[in-house]
C-alpha cells in the first residue's frame, strides 16, 4: 500500500496569477526584461528598501551576496545552526570557511550572549567573521538591532537570510528594509508565502552594493560603457569585469511574483489563523512553540515545536 506524504505547504494559484503569466508568454520578453523590473520594484517598495535585485533563487542570491563583500578563501563566515544548506553553503562557494552559531532555547534564533561570548573569543584568537548571517527561522525575526550593534564593534557586514520572512516585521520595521543590515534575502519557492515558481531577491540600500550584485547576476558583465573601467581601442557592447553567474528571473516568473505579492496580506491572515488553531489544540500538551520576540511580526512559514 502507497502512503501518501502530506506536503507541508504548497503554492496558492489563482485566476490573476494566470493571467499575468499567459501575458507575458504573449508579449516581446520571456527572459529578463520589463516585468523582472517591476517586480524588483514592487518588492522594494513593499519592504521600503532603496535596490532589490531579483534572482533565479535565494541560493543564488545569498552567493552574489557573498560575492558582493569580496569573500575569500581567507575569510569567515557565521550562520545559524539551525537552518536549510544554503545560509553555509553560500560561504563554501567563495572558498570561506564557516563556523554555527547556537541558537536561543526559546525563539530558535542565533542567541546573541551565545554571539557576544563567540565575538570576544573570535576577536583575542585574530578570527572574526567577515560576514554574519542570521537566519529568521520560520519568519520569526532575529534580535536584529543587537546583532547589528555588534557589526558595528567587531566590523562584520550583515546578511539576513530572511527566505522563511517576507511580510514578517521587526520593531515595525519590514524585514527586507535592511535597516540594521546591509543585504537582505528572500525565497519564492512554492513552499514560501508567495512564489515564483523558483525565485528570490536581494535588498540593500546601498547603490554599491547593488551594482555588484547585478554585475555577478549577469555574467559578471557591464553594459554601461561609463562604467567600463578597462581601456580598450575597440568599440564593444559590454564589458566583463568579474567572473559572474547567470542567475538571472525570467520574465515569466517575475510576472507570477508580482501578481503573487498582492495577495502576501492575506496568505499571512491565513497562516496566523491555522498557528492559532494549533496553540489552541495543542495547548495542554507538552509542547514548547517558538517565541516571537516582541515588538515583531511573523509571517509563519512554519511553525516551529519542541518537544521532550
Known sequence: ????????????????????????????????????????????????????????????????????????????????????????????????????????????????????????????????????????????????????????????????????????????????SCKYSDITVFSFHPVKMITTCEGGVATTNNLKIYKKLKIFREHGIVREKKNFIFSSKIDTHYEQQYLGYNYRLSDVHAALGTSQLKRLKKFIKIRNKIKNTYLRELKNYPIKFQKILPNTTCSYHLLLVNVN
Open 1 to 176: 500500500m502507497l502512503i501518501k506524504a502530506v506536503p507541508y505547504s504548497k503554492q496558492n494559484i489563482n485566476s490573476k496569477d494566470i493571467r499575468s503569466v499567459k501575458k507575458v508568454l504573449k508579449s516581446e520578453y520571456l527572459t529578463t526584461g520589463p516585468e523582472v523590473k517591476k517586480f524588483e520594484n514592487v518588492i522594494s517598495k513593499f519592504v521600503k528598501s532603496k535596490y532589490s535585485i531579483s534572482t533565479n533563487s535565494a541560493t543564488s542570491a545569498l552567493h552574489i551576496a557573498c560575492l558582493s563583500f569580496g569573500l575569500k578563501k581567507k575569510d569567515i563566515v557565521w550562520t545559524s545552526s539551525i537552518s536549510f544548506v544554503a545560509s553555509a553553503n553560500c560561504a563554501k562557494y567563495c572558498g570561506s570557511s564557516v563556523d554555527f552559531l547556537d541558537i536561543n532555547n526559546e525563539t530558535f534564533n542565533i542567541d546573541i550572549d551565545k554571539l557576544k561570548k563567540k565575538l570576544i573569543k573570535a576577536k583575542k584568537n585574530n578570527k572574526l567573521p567577515k560576514i554574519l548571517i542570521p537566519v529568521h527561522l520560520a519568519g520569526s525575526p532575529c534580535d536584529m538591532k543587537s546583532i547589528y550593534n555588534l557589526s558595528k564593534k567587531y566590523k562584520f557586514k550583515i546578511i539576513e537570510d530572511a527566505s522563511h520572512a517576507i511580510g514578517s516585521k521587526y520593531l515595525n520595521t519590514n524585514i527586507g
